[in-house]
């Protein structure tokens, strides 16, 4: 009878533990819908400005960063949709598109530039076997 009684409070506690988590990320999800609202008013900015000289980083810089806000809500999302599960694939999604905004914000030194392309060959690698079907769900 123990047994039972601590299986079923470990029960609710996993599911009251689950509702705490579902409410702190749809909190995350209103925050980052906030930012990119406010991402979106920066790129409009930036194409209603007049001509200068960083536009064009400026303008990629921003459409980058909308993005990855959009990865992170779009991961959120796949989370509640897939039985409160993060895909691995979407991780790496945002992996490459921040090391690609990193390449373009920062692209001074060479060597710096090759090791953050040979990142982006790895998590490429990696999306290639989290896609085929290499990597099995235990």
Sequence with gaps: MK???ESITARHM???MKWILACMLL???VILLVFLVRESWVLIGILLDG????KSYAMIEAIIIWFLYF????LIGKYFESGF???LR???YIGITAIVRLIIVD???PMATLIYSVAILVLLGALYIANTGLLKRI
């Design 90 to 92: 979407y991780f790496i």
């Design 27 to 29: 909190t995350l999800a």
């Design 71 to 74: 990865e992170f809500i779009a």
């Design 14 to 16: 996993a599911k009251v």
């Design 107 to 109: 692209h001074e030194k």
């Design 85 to 87: 599960h993060f895909p």
């Design 51 to 54: 001509a200068s000289d960083h």
């Design 3 to 5: 047994g039972l009684k």
